[in-house]
Structures are given as C-alpha cells and as structure tokens.
C-alpha cells in the first residue's frame, strides 16, 4: 500500500465521518511503528489498514467495525503502555471486548478462540477480513507455513464462515465475497502442498 492509497483511505475515513476509526488509525500508526511483516519489507501498519479497506469496500459502514479491523492486532503485538493506555481509555468497553477476542494469548486453543470469536459478529467479520488479507500474501509464506495456514483455515475458519452465514444475516453480502475470497485462494494454494 502506497503513502498515497494510505493517506486516499483516511481521507475516505474523514469523508465519511468515521471518527472512531480514525482515532484506531492513530493509534495503529504508534503502536506498530517500525514493525515490518515477516518478509521483511512490508510496514506491518499495511496489514491492519487493508483488512479496514477491504471492509470498507465492501460496503462496512460501522465505524466500530472499522476501528476494530484498524486495531485487530494491537492488543496482541504491542508492548507499549502508553498506547495500549490510550487504546482503552479511546473506545468503549464492547469495542475493546472485540479487539482482545482478536488477540491471541501465548498458549491460546484454536478451538476456543474460533468459538470465542464466533460469538460476537464485529470479532467474526473482521476476522474473516483478516484471513483474507493474510491469504492473499500465502505466496510468500514458507512451504510449512502455508501447510499450517491453509489446514488451518479449512479447519477453523470454513466453520467460522458457515457459522457467520447463518447467523449474521446483515453482513450477508460482505459474508459471503469474503467466502468466495478464501475458498479460492485455499483452492488455488492447497493442491501445490505436499
């Protein structure tokens, strides 16, 4: 994502008075300051502001929507107090509730954390944004780590989204472009792993 897709994405946040999702912009911005993904190259900031696009684009016009798909990682990846402060006293007790549903402890289960997840629509669409996102850069990730990821997805995430479908009827259209992202990228990628 370009400084100019980047600033064109705020600038569609201001337009549309998404405030608390630009507040989430701020705070994303400190917290994952000179974090680069794992190739090495890309500004981990990028992750988090394309799931919040993707969203976007999709029609999501719910600001906490939004701010969560801004923040999903920062409860998880950052050690500042100083922003973490801030992340709570900037956003309501459900907001943060989503954030940390999010937000992976050291020996977390997969399976409670889908369920968790499962339970709270904002957690669920966001997580779904942030699948896809992921999956759209599984080329770069290493042999093994695309095996883990893909049976991951078949394993947790396909009931995540059957779940979704058949529970959060007002995100229904987002729902199932976000299936349709997933299913083919799994398709495409599965078959090439040992």
Do not use: W
């Not at 629509?121 to 770069?140: E, G, I, M, Q």
């Not at 083919?184 to 040992?194: A, F, H, R």
């Amino acid at each position: 994502m370009s400084q100019k897709s980047f600033e064109l994405f705020r600038g569609k946040l201001m337009g549309a008075q998404k405030y608390m999702a630009l507040k989430a912009f701020s705070i994303a911005e400190r917290a994952h300051a000179g974090v680069m993904r794992k190739d090495g190259v890309t500004p981990y900031i990028e992750h988090p502001i394309k799931v919040a696009s993707l969203l976007f684009e999709l029609g999501v016009q719910d600001d906490k929507i939004l701010a969560v798909a801004i923040l999903h990682d920062v409860l998880e990846d950052c050690d500042d107090t100083v922003v973490k402060d801030d992340l709570f006293k900037s956003f309501d007790t459900s907001t943060i509730r989503s954030i940390g549903l999010l937000s992976k402890s050291k020996n977390y289960n997969n399976t409670e954390y889908y369920n968790a997840i499962a339970n709270d629509p904002v957690a669920t669409l966001v997580k779904l944004a942030d699948r896809a996102h992921n999956l759209s850069t599984v080329y770069n990730f290493s042999e093994e780590k695309k095996l883990k990821y893909i049976n991951e997805t078949i394993e947790f995430v396909y009931p995540l989204i059957s779940h979704a479908q058949h529970t959060y009827y007002e995100y229904s259209s987002q729902l199932r472009i976000l299936d349709i992202m997933i299913e083919s990228i799994v398709k495409n990628v599965e078959p090439y792993l040992k």
